[in-house]
């Protein structure tokens, strides 16, 4: 059974770092793209993030998190990580790694709850 299993997540303060991990089972982890999407509390719609291509060449960041977050990927461990330092209370979010985001082979998470408080 194809699997992503996220973790990391948690509570913090404002300015304060966290460091996310999704697992990936079931499937050769290597030769797929990895996205991390959020969900804001009452909203249904993703919003984007990150990527990372298979052999992490290529890497995108939304603007919205630019500079303060870092998506990275060790293939040998079927792990894809962000780390995210100088947290807002705007990226307060339930946070998914998604695989081949957008194609039809995607597969999602169940997702770690980040909090920032002021």
């Known amino acids: 059974q194809e699997k992503l299993v996220e973790s990391g997540g948690g509570l913090v303060q404002s300015g304060g770092s966290l460091r996310l991990s999704c697992t990936g089972s079931?499937?050769?982890?290597?030769?797929?793209?990895f996205s991390w999407v959020r969900q804001a509390p009452g909203k249904e719609v993703d919003d984007w993030v990150a990527?990372?291509?298979?052999?992490?060449?290529?890497?995108w960041y939304a603007d919205s998190v630019k500079g303060r977050f870092t998506i990275s990927r060790d293939n040998s461990n079927n792990a894809l990580y962000l780390q995210m330092n100088n947290l807002k209370t705007e990226d307060t979010a339930m946070y998914y790694c998604?695989?081949?985001?957008?194609?039809?082979?995607?597969?999602r998470g169940r997702g770690t709850q980040v909090t920032v408080r002021t």
């Open positions: 998604l695989r081949d985001r957008f194609m039809s082979t995607e597969l």
């Open positions: 990527d990372i291509s298979p052999d992490s060449s290529r890497i």
């Open positions: 079931g499937f050769t982890f290597s030769r797929h793209g």
